[in-house]
Every structure is written in C-alpha cells, then in structure tokens.
C-alpha cells in the first residue's frame, strides 16, 4: 500500500505572499487532517477534511484553508504569509473508523520558511 | 479532548529498558491511548495503541491501568535509533489527534 506523500518537501517565500501545499492520502483512507509543528513543539491540528467537507478546525485564523478532492488527496493554502507561519506541515490520513489513532498515516512534511 | 501529560525529557543508556509514562485523566469511554513515535523533519510513526490491560508488539510494550487514568510505555533494551520524540495520543479515532509536547528520549552509548 502506498502512503502518505507531501509536495514540497521544502518551499521558501516572502512574506505576504501565498502558498499552496499538496498532500496524496494513502489508498483506503477518506479523511485528511492538516498540522503545523514550530522547531521543538508538538503538531498543531489545523483542520480535517472528510467527504471533501471541512470536519474540524483548530485556532488557525481563516487566511488557513484547504480543499480535499474526489480521489481524498488534499490541499493546504495559506494567504497573507506571516515570519511565524514558518513550520514543518504535516498532512495525516485515515479510514476514518472509531479504532483509535492507530489508523492515521503521516506525511514527512513541508518544510515551509518565510522570509 | 481528551489531554495527556508526560515528560519532557529522558536520558538512557544503549541495552537499558525505558518506560515512559503518560497521564490522562479525562480519558471517554470510546478513547483508545495511543503512541507515536517522531524522529526530526519526519511525519510521527505509530508505535502500539491499547484500551486496557496490557499490549505488546515488536517494538514495545503498552500498559494500562484498569482505571485507565494513565500509561506506561515501554521500550525494551533501547538503542541509539531509539533517540526521538514520543508522544501519547488519546483518541476514538474519528476526533482529531491532540498532540501535546511529547518526551524528548536521548540514548546514550
């Protein structure tokens, strides 16, 4: 089975300006949570896409968005980049089933740096 | 969400067996615990998850109290490879994952 792929592995922008991060859910999972982890702190949850609907949100202000498609591949877009946007985003999918968390799938990441 | 508390930081030495121990007190009933394992620039790992008792894979073993408030990881014989973070989740699976700090292991030669 194939698992979890994120494109870029690692972008460079300016502040202000926008960037999109992709993400491939690994085959059988229909749910995708998005994540950002600051250098030494745990994943932050963004929000999860189920059904191509938004399913849950954290506190990330609206300039956070995505999109999830058809085949449960997943997009993460970000407006208005700021310095502290500068993270590792991590993308997850799962079955979506109540077993617990051993289900989710991670990504090895973006590594995202504004300047 | 249910949120768990453990350890900042270890330190053991190559061969020597480390438990990890993890609090939960607001655990639901529908909640499993559950373990990743993250080492740096990568995507967490899983590890082992279980609901009560006790669960044992290859790479380690779980332990769970039956009022299931805490629990105890457990690595055995760790190794250089074993230096990463571990994070304790609790979960139903269809709620997002809630991450905290994690503990911080370093394996000494």
């Known amino acids: 089975e194939t698992g979890v792929t994120q494109s870029p592995t690692h972008l460079i922008k300016t502040r202000g300006q926008q960037v999109t991060l992709r993400c491939s859910s690994q085959?059988?999972?229909?749910?995708v949570s998005w994540y950002q982890q600051a250098l030494g702190q745990g994943p932050q949850f963004i929000f999860q896409?189920?059904?191509?609907?938004?399913?849950g949100r954290g506190n990330f202000p609206p300039r956070f968005s995505g999109l999830q498609f058809p085949n449960y591949s997943s997009e993460l877009n970000v407006n208005a980049l700021e310095l502290d946007d500068s993270a590792l985003y991590l993308c997850?999918?799962?079955?979506?089933?109540?077993?617990?968390?051993?289900?989710?799938?991670f990504g090895s990441g973006t590594r995202l740096t504004v300047v | 969400l249910a949120k768990t508390t453990q350890p900042i930081s270890m330190d053991s030495y190559e061969g020597q067996e480390v438990n990890i121990t993890c609090s939960h007190n607001?655990?639901?009933?529908?909640?499993?615990i559950t373990w990743y394992q993250q080492f740096p620039s990568q995507g967490p790992r899983f590890i082992i998850q279980?609901?009560?008792t006790k669960v044992t894979n290859e790479v380690a073993s779980l332990f769970i109290p039956a009022d299931r408030k805490s629990s105890t990881l457990s690595l055995p014989r760790v190794s250089l490879s074993d230096t990463a973070v571990y994070y304790c989740?609790?979960?139903?699976?269809?709620?997002?994952?809630?991450f905290g700090k994690g503990t911080r292991l370093s394996v000494i030669a």
């Open positions: 997850a999918s799962s079955p979506r089933e109540g077993t617990g968390a051993r289900g989710y799938t």
């Open positions: 085959s059988g999972h229909n749910t």
């Open positions: 896409y189920y059904r191509e609907e938004e399913n």
């Open positions: 607001n655990i639901a009933t529908n909640d499993y």
């Open positions: 279980g609901y009560k």
């Open positions: 989740l609790v979960g139903d699976g269809y709620t997002p994952l809630v």
